[in-house]
């Protein structure tokens, strides 16, 4: 998804760099203790955030946590920071930066869940490096989350969700959910989850929602 360029969102970005870190340099560690109230709740990352109506909805059910927005676009983080300021969201943090420098940005083990969702596919294998879920990025994730950390991945992209259930299962993950119609089944996982722009999208179309949660813990 790339969104046109919006002057505004630059603008409000501008003006709030106490909560967007725009493109900050990846060889400088940040200090998210200066960036949260109380660091010591437990973090959770989405990369690829895009508008944010998933990030924003799960920081305002639990105040309890941490959120990070990682989005690349800096008008999609623009319309992130404007719902964070709407609805007062003091524990997101929005991160405008690439996710190949995750773990640039976080210390290791310092994260409890990374969501994923409806990343895009990179369809050709020539792109298949920049698939959010290649094991180059895994790897990264995997430095980030504690050892017993969930990565969670939603899609409505059959060909992306079955590279991604082999790359996660070459790299050695453990699958502790996986569904191929999230949206008509009785899990607990269906019932409590919170959709995503592209997710209510699809779902409207009548496409199946692939998802799965894994961990990298050595059982
Ligand atoms: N997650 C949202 C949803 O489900 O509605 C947006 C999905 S959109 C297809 C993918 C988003 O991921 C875009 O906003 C894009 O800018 C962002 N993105 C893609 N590659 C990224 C990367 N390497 N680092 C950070 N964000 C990325």
Redesign the pocket.
């Given at each position: 998804?790339?969104?046109r360029n919006k002057p505004w969102a630059t603008k409000l970005v501008a003006e709030h760099p106490e909560s967007v870190l725009d493109r900050p340099d990846p060889k400088r560690k940040i200090d998210w203790t200066k960036r949260f109230s109380d660091f010591s709740k437990p973090l959770e990352i989405?990369?690829?955030?895009?508008?944010g109506?998933?990030i924003t909805t799960l920081a305002q059910q639990h105040p309890e946590k941490n959120f990070i927005a990682?989005?690349?676009?800096m008008t999609?983080a623009g319309m992130i920071l404007r719902t964070k300021l709407a609805k007062g969201l003091t524990n997101l943090q929005i991160l405008c930066?690439?996710?190949?420098n995750i773990n640039c940005f976080f210390a290791p083990a310092s994260t409890n869940v990374i969501y994923l969702?409806?990343?895009?596919p990179w369809s050709k294998a020539r792109h298949e490096k920049?698939r959010?879920t290649y094991h180059t990025f895994l790897k990264k994730y995997q430095e980030v989350l504690q050892p017993s950390g969930q990565l969670e991945f939603?899609t409505d992209n059959a060909g992306l969700f079955a590279y991604s259930l082999k790359s996660m299962n070459n790299y050695g993950m453990n699958f502790d959910f996986v569904s191929v119609d999230l949206h008509h089944e009785q899990s607990e996982f269906a019932k409590t989850n919170v959709e995503?722009?592209?997710?209510h999208k699809f779902a409207a179309q009548g496409n199946p929602i692939y998802a799965v949660h894994a961990d990298f813990e050595v059982k």
């Amino acid at each position: 998804m790339r969104l046109r360029n919006k002057p505004w969102a630059t603008k409000l970005v501008a003006e709030h760099p106490e909560s967007v870190l725009d493109r900050p340099d990846p060889k400088r560690k940040i200090d998210w203790t200066k960036r949260f109230s109380d660091f010591s709740k437990p973090l959770e990352i989405e990369v690829g955030s895009g508008k944010g109506q998933f990030i924003t909805t799960l920081a305002q059910q639990h105040p309890e946590k941490n959120f990070i927005a990682l989005e690349l676009q800096m008008t999609a983080a623009g319309m992130i920071l404007r719902t964070k300021l709407a609805k007062g969201l003091t524990n997101l943090q929005i991160l405008c930066a690439d996710a190949a420098n995750i773990n640039c940005f976080f210390a290791p083990a310092s994260t409890n869940v990374i969501y994923l969702n409806f990343s895009d596919p990179w369809s050709k294998a020539r792109h298949e490096k920049r698939r959010l879920t290649y094991h180059t990025f895994l790897k990264k994730y995997q430095e980030v989350l504690q050892p017993s950390g969930q990565l969670e991945f939603k899609t409505d992209n059959a060909g992306l969700f079955a590279y991604s259930l082999k790359s996660m299962n070459n790299y050695g993950m453990n699958f502790d959910f996986v569904s191929v119609d999230l949206h008509h089944e009785q899990s607990e996982f269906a019932k409590t989850n919170v959709e995503t722009e592209y997710e209510h999208k699809f779902a409207a179309q009548g496409n199946p929602i692939y998802a799965v949660h894994a961990d990298f813990e050595v059982k």
